[in-house]
């Protein structure tokens, strides 16, 4: 998403999505970000084309990192939002090294934390990074924004007829398939009772409202599980 469509970062989708972060920062929420790093490199797409898996994903990871500075620059800035960079693959030049308790320190003081790197391991995805972030620091929710409005019955992009779901469960996703992110990220979610919201981070405003607990996209979470307001 941060390409716009394109290889690369574009700044203006860049700049849209880090003055709703801080627009839900000012308001006092404390905010965790995980990057993905499709406008580079997407391991399993090499894969593919004959590149070794492992190798690749590493690949990927490093652009996450790129993505992660370019939304740290943005922040600060442009929106005058002290940040940190935390990776899971150690580069000390340019980010922290990934440690939870700092984080979360972090997190207190009212900075915005970036984990970059994915899990710092090959054939994972960084749906499955936010999940296991999420957990580790104490969440309260993932908010999973994507290109689409939420989770549908099917791939709203090639099926007309495709419906969104306002909240289904994590063990629904499961069964029917749904593509809308890794089933491990899901499978990690639902085990520990982490509601997801899916909603499209390109819509102006989407990141406040799905903080302030307005009904947007779609809620997935597990009976029993306490979803936040």
């Not at 003081?109 to 970059?116: A, E, L, P, T």
């Not at 939420?150 to 289904?168: E, L, Q, R, W």
């Not at 597990?222 to 307001?229: D, F, K, L, R």
Request: include cysteine; proline fraction near 3%; glycine fraction near 10%.
């Amino acid at each position: 998403m941060f390409g716009g469509g394109a290889v690369g970062v574009d700044p203006d989708v860049v700049q849209t999505v880090a003055r709703q972060i801080a627009e839900v920062v000012r308001a006092g929420t404390q905010v965790a970000i995980v990057i993905g790093g499709g406008n580079f490199f997407r391991g399993a797409e090499l894969q593919q084309r004959g590149m070794d898996r492992a190798r690749a994903d590493y690949m990927a990871m490093l652009g996450t990192v790129m993505n992660c500075l370019a939304l740290q620059d943005f922040l600060e800035q442009a929106e005058g939002v002290e940040t940190r960079v935390q990776t899971a693959i150690t580069m000390s030049q340019v980010a922290e090294a990934y440690i939870p308790r700092r984080a979360i320190r972090h997190l207190e003081k009212g900075r915005v934390v970036i984990f970059g790197g994915g899990t710092g391991m090959p054939y994972f995805s960084t749906d499955t990074t936010a999940a296991q972030r999420a957990l580790e620091i104490g969440c309260e929710v993932v908010l999973m924004a994507k290109a689409v409005d939420g989770v549908f019955t099917a791939d709203p992009k090639t099926n007309p007829d495709a419906t969104m779901f306002d909240h289904i469960t994590h063990r629904e996703v499961l069964e029917r398939g749904l593509q809308v992110a890794d089933t491990t990220a899901f499978s990690l979610c639902m085990d520990n009772n982490m509601p997801i919201v899916v909603f499209n981070l390109l819509t102006e405003g989407n990141i406040a409202r799905a903080v302030r607990g307005e009904r947007i996209g779609t809620l997935v979470s597990t009976p029993g599980s306490t979803v936040p307001v």
